[in-house]
């Protein structure tokens, strides 16, 4: 194992063996050598363990944390970074893939800008045969437009964009246990309340979309939107109509779409939610004026970039 990496790469695993191969591979692959990859197996009932352990064998820059019984992605994502040992702590999750030039340009950055302690970079999505960018622009973003922004899904981010210097990332105690979803926005969100982050335009990373991914099914979405409204209330206070066009947005998705029957179960617990009471009338009022606000936060977050 490398003693003294410039980079931690943090990657929890559960019952995906063909995938973390690939996202293995893709490290393997890097321009960057000064690198740890720390697999964190929350617990697999399939050959993962043996798989990783086989390229543990001929790759020192690997290493295998296996977990007795399954804890959840979160656990094994703070495990991995109490076991860490470089400066910058950065996360593939087990379905993506690094591109070639990841390492490398991340530790560029942070080497050229010492200031920085937030690096979120822009990544492809691929669907089957689809595939979408998800491009941010280019530069820093202050304290308080990242916080509105993020609140407001207006920034392109996911678990394997996150790059975070260690100081920072220790600073709010790394990611919360209880989430089961959107524990990618709840982390930044903490972050937030202290610094700003550099958005990167440049895609370094390619994210799949996983059947069995957390956060690919429509079950589930409202409350694990309402579990991190219930982190951030200040921020569901103080911005009710982005929070309520979350929701309605979500409602009318499935309206449009013709899922009639998780139309109906979605507006009961729209009903049950703790963090914010709506009815139909005040969703349709949030829908109308929350769209209105993320166009302008969208807004002021490019010519934020472009002015840094």
Known sequence: MNQNPLISIITPTWNRCKNVQRAIESVRKQSFEKY???????????????????????????????????????????????????????????????????????????KDHPEVNILISSFETRKGARRLDSCNPEGFVRRALFEEALFANRIFI????????RESLDAVSGFDPSLKRMQDRDLLLRLA???????????????????????????????????????????????????????ARHLLSSLLSGHWCHLIKSYAIVRRLKSIKLTIPTMMRFYVKGKQYRRQIADQVKQNCESS
């Open 158 to 165: 996911a678990g394997s964009a996150i790059t975070v210097r």
């Open 193 to 247: 309340r202290k610094e700003g982050a550099y958005l990167c335009s440049q895609m370094d990373w390619i994210k799949y979309q996983s059947t069995d991914g957390i956060s690919r099914p429509r079950r589930g979405y409202l409350e694990s939107l309402d579990a991190l409204y219930l982190l951030h209330s200040h921020l569901v206070e103080k911005h009710q109509d982005v929070a309520g066009y979350l929701v």
């Open 36 to 110: 740890e990859h720390l697999i964190i197996d929350d617990g697999s009932t399939d050959n993962t363990v043996e798989i990783v352990n086989q390229i543990v064998e001929k790759e020192t820059r690997l290493k295998l944390i296996p977990l007795e019984k399954n804890q959840g992605s979160n656990p094994a994502r703070n495990i991995g970074i109490s076991e860490a040992k470089a400066p910058l702590i950065t996360f593939l999750d087990s379905d993506d893939e690094y591109l070639p030039h990841r390492l490398k340009t991340t530790h560029q950055f942070f």
